[in-house]
């Protein structure tokens, strides 16, 4: 809703600066979408007028006309504008003048012939074409002959103007309208309402509208009121200037003075008009009923529309002549030889109109105002307005009367308001007094009932207000959102953060920490990916959940696995020539459930590398400090070589020890098969990895418990043993761990080796192994016992024997 605040002065006075005033509103609860200034990028137009036309004699569109500017001699000024002729008054742009855009206006010739200044278009002076006066769209702007000669057009025309565009909320149709924000104005700064002229002075006695029509209501369910009145002796012209100027601000294009007049009338009141050539209504008669199932009715758009029998029509004794509230027909259409015209004022059930204009596909600013609501009581006022303006602007004369169909009359509402109730809601301590003066504030009458409660009247245009809880936001909007206190409710806890929720951040900084950066993909993915991982078809994770509707089908499923989009993700990576890339992703999966269950639904983490320095080892590497951190112990690592994603002879399945004494699988990581890597466009080495994340943050454990530094030295014994290929690291270890008992502080490979001396199906194994008691130094004698143990029994289990230097 576009509101010239010049136009808003005539209903309340602001004082405040415009900032403020535009703060101020926002707080009260009208949202501000834009606030443009007017006329300050003008300087140099004068209002000139035409003295005479010739043609140029180097062209044929060009002519040269000589222009008064109240100057001691006139401009010679160059035009190709087809509508300028001697005597009319236009906008002169004199050398150096500035137009808006930045555009400044210089002395020069065109075609042979000088030019001193320009003749300019509404356009050219900062006026959107659709605002633009009807007459004068297609060429210079032909002014009203009121303004004196040379006198600065931004003066004269009143163009130094601020526009608020104000958003309006479906549930306060009345703010659509200059007076409804004006309402609000007069609220929110102290202001007091003035409401405009409604009154005919000189209206026809001898002559009553009800003796030119007859207003008919079939049915009243859609249509609760229709007012009209009538005025004879009409003269279409342009309507004058300062009612054109307020419509163009206001985002409307002039036509001519009755359409004009009723378009100001519905900004003004937020009311639509509608005005009929009165010797278009066959019979003298206007009846409101449905269309005819696939009636043919012509608009005034010139489209013929099909209507349906729900749609309401604007009719006449013998054919449609409008659709209710949405858009008049052509045939009803103010002429320029119009002799009388129907003013009508009516009302019309809010759900009709928005489906009639959904159907038929039409939008009208009446249809707006319609759909969203507007109040029956309104009818009478807006048509006596529109009938002051005719009398005012002398478009014609009014006849006395008003023909008023009213068959149910709207009854106001009354509501009884607690001011404790009010204060419970806001977290005030408003008094009842106070409450009561915001509430007068905002037109609305208020007594006092019994038990102090409040019986509050809206103004019958607020049709939102229905409840008591609805008057807490006027008093909350106008008392100041500011003043409010920040409270809990009383009921309320503070809120925390699940455990889980902490643990996936803890995940997050670990992983960042070691290089790795997140990355989030779709839920919904291709069933292809599944392929491309080189899953077996019997794979429990092709058991998909389809989407009903999908977008297409590189989304018609829900993933079972977050491994193909991390690949995808890396491949893009390599494809943009990133050397190196580390990610890691969080997220669900979704298998499809057995009959009459719930989705599978999977919480996993997965890791991805590829670039210098990653692979099977580094990879196991962040695993491994990722327990650590989690507080996750007892990890073992199994050799996995069937799992088609990965690469036979670099994946490992990991399991830890769980709380509950159990073993817990978490997951597989390793390397990437090199076709799967293929597949993905991606040509260097691939590690990856899936871990049960539900299961990490069961089994993890942060606490700590606090340990004194060593008090005794630790003995270091290194060993080297000679064992057959398929004995695993992880074996070894276990069975070094079990057999070092209390004193084993710990055990490391630091060799592998494969070579010379060493006989084919044989792999030579390093450890250090770190012995300590924590009350004592240890002898000699004690860390032999316990490492000849320990040699005798990987000699025993896994036939590893030591290995001679």
Sequence with gaps: ??????????????????????????????????????????????????????????????????????????????????????????????????????????????????????????????????????????????????????????????????????????????????????????????????????????????????????????????????????????????????????????????????????NYVMLEYGHPIHAFDIRTIAGAKIVVDTAAEGEKFTTLDGQERTMSADMLLIKDAEKGSAVAGIMGGLLSEIESDTPMILVEAANFNADSIRKTSK???????????????????????????????????????????????????????????RPSRMNAYLGTDLSAAEQVKILQSLEMKVEEGADGVLNVTPPHVRLDLTEEVDFTEEIARIYGYGKLATTLHPDSEPSEMPHSWYLRGVIRQILTGAGLSEIQTYSFVSPSGVDQIKLPADSPLRAFIRIINPLGEENSVMRTTLLPGMLTVLAGNANKFNAEAAAFEIGNTFRRPAEGALSDERLLLTLGCYGEGWDFFALKGVIALLLARLGISG???????????????????????????????????GEIHPDVADTFGLDTRVVAAELALETLIAEADLARDYTHLDKYPAVTRDISLLADEAVTVGTIEKIVTEGGGALLESVKLFDVYRGKQIPEGKKSLAFSLVYRAPDRTLTDEEVASVHEKIVARLAADTGAALREM
């Excluded at 068959?407 to 308001?417: E, G, H, N």
């Excluded at 199994?638 to 817990?664: E, F, N, Q, W």
Aim: aromatic share 6%; proline share 5%.
């Design 1 to 262: 809703m576009k509101v010239p605040i010049s136009w808003l002065k005539e209903y309340v006075d602001i004082t405040v600066p415009m900032d403020v005033f535009a703060d101020g509103m926002i707080l009260s609860g009208s949202n501000i979408e834009t606030v443009e200034t007017f006329g300050q990028d003008i300087s140099g137009v004068v209002v000139g007028r035409v003295l005479d036309v010739k043609p140029h004699e180097d062209s044929d569109h060009l002519v040269i006309c000589s222009v008064d500017v109240g100057a001691a001699a006139p401009l010679q000024i160059v035009t190709g504008a087809p509508n300028v002729t001697a005597g009319c008054v236009v906008p002169v742009a004199l050398d150096g003048s500035k137009l808006p855009g930045g555009i400044k206006i210089k002395k020069g010739k065109l075609r042979g012939v000088e030019s001193e200044g320009m003749l300019c278009s509404a356009g050219e002076l900062g006026f959107d074409d659709k605002v633009v006066p009807m007459l004068h769209k297609d060429g210079i702007w032909l002014l009203p002959d009121e303004f004196t000669l040379g006198e600065d057009l931004v003066k004269a025309l009143g163009l130094d103007e601020t526009v608020i565009d104000f958003e309006i909320t479906p549930n306060r149709p009345d703010c659509l309208s200059i007076i409804g924000m004006a309402r609000e104005a007069a609220a929110t700064f102290g202001g007091t309402l003035r409401y405009p002229d409604t009154a005919c002075k000189k209206e026809d006695a001898a002559d009553a509208a009800a003796a030119h029509i007859e207003v008919i209501i079939n049915k009243p369910e859609l249509c609760n009121r229709y007012t009209a009145r009538v005025a004879k002796d009409i003269k279409i012209e342009e309507s004058p200037w300062w009612m054109q100027r307020r419509l163009m601000f206001a985002g409307m294009r002039p036509i001519n003075n009755i359409v004009d007049i009723t």
């Design 359 to 417: 159907k038929l596909g039409i939008r009208s600013e009446a249809s707006v105002r319609f759909e969203k609501g507007v109040s029956a009581d309104l009818c009478g006022e807006a048509a006596d307005r529109v009938c002051a303006l005719v009398e005012l602007t002398g478009a014609g004369t009014v006849l006395s009367g008003v023909v008023d169909n009213y068959p149910v009359k709207a009854k106001s509402l009354t509501i009884p308001v």
């Design 635 to 669: 990890a073992e690592y199994t050799a996995v070589s069937d799992a088609d994603t990965y690469h036979p002879g670099r994946c490992a399945a990991l399991s830890v020890a769980g709380r509950d004494g159990g073993r817990k699988d978490i997951g597989l990581f």
